[in-house]
């Protein structure tokens, strides 16, 4: 299984941008799917997930109402869309795939794509 994230990059306080990542294998649609993202200094931490049909999805506190967390089977791929960034935003941002447990653990995550960069300036 290969995650290939993109989408990121610099954008300003108040700004918007829609991460992807693509997955490789024919079977992933069958697995929950998770962001996550690590600022400088900081421990790796739990974003948004989203259930292998799509159906549910789960957030953080921080993030709630501001991101959306969404999936195409057909494409292999799920997506973050993220409104209203701040500056507390920036991070290195994962996608992963879980193995079957639960969806808010980052120990439940198999497989993690090589991150990508998201700078908010304020």
């Known amino acids: 299984v290969q995650l290939q994230a993109s989408g990121g990059g610099l954008v300003q306080a108040g700004g918007s941008l829609r991460l992807s990542c693509a997955a490789s294998?024919?079977?992933?649609?069958?697995?929950?799917m998770g962001w996550f993202r690590q600022a400088p200094g900081k421990e790796r931490e739990f974003v948004a997930a989203i259930s292998w049909s799509g159906s549910t999805t789960y957030y953080a506190d921080s993030v709630k109402g501001r991101f959306t967390i969404s999936r195409d089977n057909a494409k292999n791929t799920v997506y973050l869309q993220m409104n209203s960034l701040k500056a507390e935003d920036t991070a290195v941002y994962y996608c992963a795939r879980n193995g079957g447990g639960r969806l808010v653990l980052i120990a439940e995550y198999d497989y993690w794509g090589q991150g990508t960069l998201v700078t908010v300036s304020s």
């Open positions: 294998g024919r079977t992933f649609s069958s697995y929950g």
